[in-house]
């Protein structure tokens, strides 16, 4: 890694935001370069489309982090798995958002959208499935068939009684979208947005799913492992008043009255997938520092994205009038 990147012999800093790929800051000739271990469910292939989709970016102005290659011009290293390296971006990540810091944040999805509007790209990597939500639905089903008697089984029942009201998404278009707006995985100067990171999931996607996991992560009153996260709407209203404006003429009617019930649906998802790990404990990282397991940090998750999604529905007509307003 060191050679293949002519990293300076400090040791790299490791980066704990974020449960999936392992981070590090390493320097180059003094100046520091993101390296980062890829979590095996992506393949080294991933890498050429954040460099082809970087790029347009860029050509449109946006900030972003970049792909570095070796220095004999790979676009990854195979190293007991992938590794890559990125440019970095100087600035701060946030676990949770002000509405200043969200009416930022959204309008800079926006302008990520509008950069990408008409850009041709064939994916080299993609994960079919991802947000899924009726096959994570139906694999906790399974779970919980198959082990009815598990201690956490009266969760996952909740999660699926809940999920069972869901709205129906109607066929929305696709285009290609982040695929995984949470808070960190923003980047701030003060309360600018500057770029968007970890950028392993760009796909074709709907809006719905889109603003859907960005929402149900920014409007988060709490924290993801409150298990009495609330849904705050004063969040919700100036991330529309940032993101609107931006993509008016792009976003479609179905579109916009898909996204309140594309933030239920992508909650009551997470859910779902937190609450399958408590029977399986092998995907989510998880934070040592605060909880004991595994299963108790998704535990907490499960508790706090069901409480997030009873919370939105009990808001719901004034959620969707509140984007009918952003939109005249």
């Known amino acids: 890694m060191c050679a293949a990147y002519e990293l300076d012999d400090e040791a790299p800093t490791p980066i704990s935001v974020g449960w999936i790929n392992r981070t590090f800051v390493a320097k180059r000739g003094g100046a520091p370069l993101v390296v980062q271990a890829l979590h095996p469910i992506f393949r080294g292939e991933v890498n050429l489309d954040i460099e082809a989709i970087t790029a347009r970016l860029a050509a449109r102005g946006l900030e972003t982090p970049r792909l570095v290659r070796t220095a004999t011009g790979e676009p990854w290293i195979e190293a ?3 590794w890559r390296a990125l440019t970095y971006v100087e600035g701060e990540t946030h676990a949770s958002l002000t509405p200043t810091q969200a009416r930022e944040a959204a309008a800079l999805v926006g302008r990520f959208h509008r950069a990408l509007e008409g850009f041709e790209h064939t994916f080299h990597f993609s994960r079919p499935g991802a947000h899924d939500t009726p096959k994570h639905l139906a694999k906790l089903r399974g779970l919980l068939d198959a082990a009815p008697d598990h201690e956490d089984a009266p969760l996952a029942r909740a999660v699926l009684d809940a999920a069972a009201s869901l709205p129906t998404l109607p066929p929305l278009p696709t285009r290609i979208v982040h695929g995984d707006l949470k808070a960190t995985n923003l980047r701030f100067d003060g309360d600018r947005a500057r770029c968007l990171l970890d950028l392993d999931t760009l796909a074709h996607g709907t809006l719905a799913v889109e603003l859907g996991d960005a929402l149900r992560s920014w409007c988060n009153a709490s924290n993801e492992a409150d298990p009495e996260a609330r849904f705050d709407p004063t969040i919700f209203a100036a991330a529309l008043e940032g993101w609107a404006p931006v993509v008016r003429d792009l976003v479609t009617d179905a579109e916009r009255r898909s ?33 004991d397991s595994r299963r108790a940090h998704n535990r907490a998750r499960t508790h706090a994205h069901l409480s ?4 939105l529905r009990a808001q719901r007509d004034a959620l969707e009038a509140r984007v009918e307003r952003a939109f005249r």
């Open 80 to 82: 007991d798995g992938v």
């Open 259 to 291: 996204l309140v019930g594309g933030v239920e649906t992508i909650t009551l998802e997470l859910a779902s997938r937190f609450a399958a790990d408590l029977f399986e404990d092998r995907y989510f990282g998880w934070d040592e520092a605060r909880f």
């Open 308 to 311: 997030l999604a009873r919370s």
